[in-house]
Each structure stands twice: as C-alpha cells, then as structure tokens.
C-alpha cells in the first residue's frame, strides 16, 4: 500500500487538548496532504506540503497547523481539539507533477469527546 | 473556488447489471480526473483515472468517460459483482500545480446477489 503509515490509528481525547498525528512514508515522494473525511463531506484537504518546511493550507485549515522537517514526515496538529474535529484523517502521498496519482494511508479514527 | 459534483449519493443494482456514477466539476484548466474505491473501514484506493487528452479508458469491468466541453466525466462498471459494493469518490485535480485533488461527496454502490 505504497509504503505510508499514520500513526495513531485511534486515538480519544477531550475537548482542548492537543494531538499531533503523524504520517510517515518510505517512496521520498516530494508531495503529502492531510484529509479528513466526514459523512456526506467526502474527502476534504486540510493541508499539503510540496517539500521539506513546504507547507500551505488547504479548504479547511482553520483549528489545524502542520510541519514537515523531513521528507518522509508530516505532522498534523490540533492544537487544542474541538468536538468538530471528530473524524477520520488520512494522509496523502503523490509523487510528482507529471504523475498527478494520490494514495492514501490507512487513515486515524479520531474522536474528541 | 473549485467544486466536483457527484450523483447519485447511493446506487443499488443487482448482481450483473451495470452501474454509471456521474460526476461535474468547475476548474476548465483541471487534466486529471482520478476514481477511488473505499471499502468499510478502509482506505481510498485508486481504481482507474483519465487524463484530459483522452475521452475514455477502460480496465476490465471499469470504464471513465470525459467530456471536457461540458465539463463532465462518468464511472461506468460491468457485470456488477457484490465484491464492487463500496463507496466511490471521483475527483478532479486543481490547477495550478501541487497534485491537489477537489473530491465529489461520495456514492454509496450496493451490489445484491
């Protein structure tokens, strides 16, 4: 499965705390993203990066921050989790601009309660 | 902004019948035009994607049109099994560089036996 992992793969938490899920992949495609999908939302972007310390927002960054201090790490933080951030996020590799294919990781089940 | 539209929400076919999931998009200068299959509980995974160049592709069963002029392409999958029974995305890259993908909402396909 293209050699992407995310971890934690659940994860629980409360209202205000923060969390920083991680993405890690062995291709050294230059290209990652963070999604989350949500009923009847699809798979929506947060934030991508184009390169090491390369990082831009996507539709819905807002509440969410990221880095990327090496090519095959890239952090997702919620800095203080709201009950809206409930959902499952997926990471997101693609390994360049003349071949545009994403592929995604397992996916983090988070819930904040 | 940019914006995939995606019909129908749910499908239901029997086993052998064939299934078409229509999808719009807004972005003119969008190239790529790429399909996930999402099983429950699972990750996307790409199944079959087009280029701008090219008005179909087919592998095996499945089968994507693209009509640029109306800014509309389609899934089309044959001799349904109940092993196609999952939720397909379409999606449509953002131009301007970055691989970044606009995701329809999703159709929920049933195959009963």
């Known amino acids: 499965d293209a050699g992407i992992t995310q971890s934690p793969r659940h994860k629980v938490t409360e209202t205000g705390t923060p969390v920083t899920l991680r993405c890690h992949q062995t291709?050294?495609?230059?290209?990652m993203y963070w999604y989350r999908q949500d009923p009847g939302h699809g798979l929506r972007l947060i934030h991508y990066?184009?390169?090491?310390?390369?990082?831009d927002k996507g539709e819905v960054s807002d509440g969410y921050s990221v880095s990327r201090s090496k090519t095959e790490d890239f952090l997702l933080t919620l800095e203080s989790a709201t009950s809206s951030q409930t959902s499952v996020y997926f990471c997101?590799?693609?390994?360049?601009?003349?071949?545009?294919?994403?592929?995604f990781g397992p996916g983090t089940r988070l819930t904040v309660l | 902004g940019e914006n995939v539209e995606q019909h129908p929400s749910t499908l239901s076919v029997q086993e052998g019948d064939s299934a078409v999931i229509k999808c719009t998009y807004s972005?003119?200068?969008?190239?790529?035009f790429p399909w996930y299959k999402q099983e429950l509980g699972k990750r996307p995974q790409l199944i079959i994607d087009?280029?701008?160049?090219?008005g179909e592709k087919k592998d095996q069963r499945i089968a994507v049109t693209l009509n640029k002029t109306a800014k509309h392409f389609s899934l089309h999958i044959t001799e349904t099994q109940p092993e196609d029974s999952a939720v397909y995305f379409c999606?449509?890259?953002?131009?301007?560089?970055?691989?970044?993908?606009?995701f329809g909402a999703g159709t929920r396909l049933a195959v009963h036996p």
């Open positions: 999606a449509a890259i953002v131009s301007g560089g970055y691989n970044k993908l606009i």
């Open positions: 997101a590799i693609s390994a360049g601009t003349v071949r545009h294919e994403q592929f």
């Open positions: 990066s184009y390169g090491v310390k390369d990082t």
């Open positions: 972005d003119s200068a969008s190239n790529y």
């Open positions: 087009i280029r701008s160049n090219v």
């Open positions: 291709e050294n495609h230059r290209y």
